[in-house]
């Protein structure tokens, strides 16, 4: 990956770092976007859709072309690993570990299991959206567990378009634990 990267793939994929950067930390005025840190999937993800046309651009397309799947997955992998000090970057963002904690759930879902963050409905910081989505903020714990099962056992089925059945199914015991007791305390 780091010699793709460096000095191409000798194949037609010239070196990436003559528009990405050095440290994969782009350029801007150049328009060259920042690929270090970013997740290994979804930078290998984004060449293969340059290199079967779902997303177009005249630039890069002839590079993901020459570069074969195995080529893909070590220079996605490179960059994705590339973090922190190795990389002057311009701005505070960092890629974050996922973690199963509450917050990560209001704020991030979790998409392994088709979780979309609660706070997209919810609100930032589960304070609610009009008449539609209730606050979960500062509602009981025992209360919102007890929704969540409702769902779960068919008592409860008023939710517009199903959004909140499908949710409180795919929700592990243990995130209903621990989703609820975080929104109790905000
Ligand atoms: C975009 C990878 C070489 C110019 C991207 C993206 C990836 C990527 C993953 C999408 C980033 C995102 O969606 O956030 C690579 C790799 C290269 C390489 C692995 C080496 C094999 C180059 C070179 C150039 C270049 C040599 C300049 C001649 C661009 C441009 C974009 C881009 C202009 C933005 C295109 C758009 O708006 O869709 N590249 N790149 N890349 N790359 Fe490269
Ligand atoms: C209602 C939890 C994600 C849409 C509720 C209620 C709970 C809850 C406990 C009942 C509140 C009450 O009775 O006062 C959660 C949790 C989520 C989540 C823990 C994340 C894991 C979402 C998402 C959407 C959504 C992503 C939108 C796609 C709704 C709607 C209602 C609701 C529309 C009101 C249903 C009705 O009219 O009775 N949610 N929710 N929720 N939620 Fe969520």
């Known amino acids: 990956g780091q ?27 150049g328009g060259f976007p920042r690929l270090a840190g ?7 993800h ?4 340059y290199r079967d046309g779902t997303r177009q651009n005249p630039m890069m397309q002839p590079f993901a072309l020459a570069l074969t799947d195995e080529d ?19 701005t505070s963002y960092q890629a974050a570990a996922p973690e199963n904690t509450a917050e990560w759930l209001a704020e ?3 998409w392994e ?8 409905c919810h609100g930032p910081n589960g304070q609610g959206v009009g008449d539609t989505f209730p606050p979960l903020a500062g509602q009981h714990a025992s209360y ?16 517009p378009n199903g959004l909140m059945q499908g949710i409180a199914e795919r929700l592990s015991e243990e995130q209903i634990g621990l989703i609820t007791a975080y929104y109790a305390t905000l």
């Open 46 to 49: 984004q060449l293969r859709s």
């Open 113 to 120: 299991n088709t979780i979309p963050a609660c706070n997209q």
């Open 72 to 90: 893909i997955q070590a220079v996605s992998a490179y960059y994705a690993s590339l973090e922190g000090e190795d990389v002057n970057l311009p």
């Open 144 to 159: 919102l567990a007890a929704q969540l099962n409702a769902w779960r056992n068919g008592t409860r089925s008023n939710d």
């Open 3 to 29: 010699a793709i990267a460096q000095q191409g793939n000798g194949q037609g994929a010239i070196a990436c770092l003559s528009c990405h950067g050095p440290q994969g930390e782009g350029n801007a005025a």
């Open 38 to 44: 970013l997740p290994a999937g979804y930078l290998s």
């Open 108 to 110: 991030r879902g979790d």
